[in-house]
């Protein structure tokens, strides 16, 4: 590796970051990440923080599982890659789809498509969505229904599902044929209903009678996550996910529970759709699947849909979709290897309290810093603070959350900014005590800008 002085000079000459401005990135260089212990990350000025952050929502084991490293080191050597199209397919790529089969039984899943992360397990998803109504005759169903707020990755398809406007206006016109629900978003919603169970109806009310305007036979699915990420942690009422479910039962349309963030144990439980005691038709699962080590990502489908395909007529039923690296057996053996080290360490376990922990002091500092107008979480590790600029919520100033974020990078904690939010999604392997960090490092960032 060169020294740090190249690394400095060339940071963000020759790379386009993701989520960002190419032209201000070289402007203002992103920080160099150099290196990574537990839930702590160092940069290139040799300051070690609190990743509060985890990666990207995704470091659910923390940087130093060794069984990961060496599953993936041993498969390297063993065998580095092969195509799992038709005709071949390798051994730890057999034993992860038993494995998740056994994790995911609760929720009905049998069968496991692979990716190579969260934004083609959802085109995996919608795509077989589409097929599985053509398959069973009803080619008509082809209608996509989503959130606002939802965040279903880049893919032209994800991003048409997409309820964010920031990753949509510059890319339209995007897919016909979807269609945005209003999302139970108690601080600002189009009802003015801050009760969480009256707006959760509301909104099914809302879903129902789009459902209706729409024709349910043209629709083939309703995607959604369990809890709301990068849209700003938007935690439904318990009813809200058990009640679609039955909705979608009744006109037909498959459920689809985008499970990227939420899976392999961030909300507390191993899924979001456990979490709220729901069966979906579908999962989508990237991130916490190999906590990072390797992308990688999994559509998974229940017992009833896959037997529509493995049943179907081999014209309509065969999938022709499907990614070089699907099922990529050095993805499969750190996915393996991450799913033992999770269940091993019981990271869920972990994630419940120390969420709780979170969402209370940061719910404390609400009460003394008027800059906060909303904190949401309280349901394992994943939290968002959003800052306003007065009492009529008016979101506060991208210049107010950079500097509230850098003034918590400089007190000890690395936080997101995702909007006018302030997100949290540390490894859920996390302290207490790097918790308390992470809550001082926000006051302080709070408290710069307040
Ligand atoms: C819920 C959800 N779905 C899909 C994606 C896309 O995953 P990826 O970035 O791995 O393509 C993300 C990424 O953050 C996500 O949060």
Redesign the pocket.
């Known amino acids: 590796m060169k020294d740090d002085n190249f690394l400095k000079e060339n940071n963000a000459r020759h790379i386009w970051h993701p989520m960002a401005h190419p032209g201000a990135m070289q402007d203002h260089p992103p920080r160099i990440i150099k290196t990574a212990q537990g839930s702590t990350i160092t940069d290139a000025d040799g300051n070690t923080v609190v990743d509060g952050v985890g990666g990207?929502?995704c470091v659910n084991v923390g940087y130093s599982c060794e069984p990961i490293m060496d599953a993936i080191a041993e498969q390297v050597r063993i065998l580095p890659y092969y195509s799992a199209f038709g005709g071949t397919t390798n051994e730890p790529a057999i034993e992860l789809s038993y494995e998740l089969r056994e994790m995911y039984a609760p929720e009905g899943m049998a069968r496991a498509f692979f990716t190579s992360?969260?934004?083609?397990a959802?085109e995996t998803a919608l795509r077989l969505a589409r097929q599985y109504h053509r398959v069973k005759g009803n080619p008509g169903r082809t209608k996509f229904l989503s959130l606002k707020k939802g965040?279903?990755?880049t893919h032209f398809g994800?991003a048409s599902v997409n309820g964010n406007n920031r990753f949509r206006i510059n890319y339209e016109p995007l897919m016909p044929g979807c269609f945005h629900l209003p999302t139970p978003y108690a601080y600002r919603n189009p009802f003015d209903e801050t009760d969480p169970q009256k707006l959760g109806d509301l909104c099914v009310k809302a879903a129902i009678d789009e459902i209706e305007f729409q024709g349910p036979d043209s629709i083939a699915c309703f995607i959604m996550?369990p809890i709301q990420?990068?849209g700003g942690v938007i935690v439904p009422p318990a009813h809200y996910m058990p009640t679609m479910r039955d909705v979608c039962d009744r006109y037909g349309i498959l459920m689809i529970a985008?499970e990227?963030?939420c899976g392999f144990g961030r909300t507390g439980d191993w899924c979001g759709s456990r979490h709220w005691g729901v069966q979906p038709d579908m999962m989508?699962m990237?991130?916490g699947i190999t906590s990072g080590y390797f992308p990688f990502?999994a559509c998974m489908v229940s017992e009833a849909v896959a037997e529509v395909f493995e049943n179907g007529d081999p014209d309509t039923a065969s999938i022709w979709h499907g990614y070089t690296y699907s099922a990529h057996p050095v993805g499969a053996a750190a996915a393996l290897a991450c799913i033992r080290e999770s269940q091993r360490m019981k990271i869920n376990e972990n994630a419940a309290p120390r969420g709780t922990q979170l969402y209370e002091g940061l719910l404390a500092l609400k009460e003394k810093y008027e800059v906060i107008g909303d904190v949401r979480g309280g349901h394992g590790l994943m939290t968002a603070v959003e800052l306003v600029s007065d009492t009529e919520k008016t979101p506060a100033a991208p210049a107010t959350l950079k500097t509230a974020f850098e003034t918590a990078y400089g007190a000890g904690a690395m936080v997101r900014i995702g909007g006018n939010n302030l997100l949290m999604s540390p490894p859920l392997v996390i302290t207490e005590a790097e918790v308390d960090t992470i809550i001082a490092a926000v006051e302080a960032g709070v408290q710069t800008v307040s």
């Open positions: 990207l929502w992360g969260g934004s083609d959802v965040y279903h990755g994800g996550e990420g990068a985008d990227v963030i989508t990237a991130k990502g």
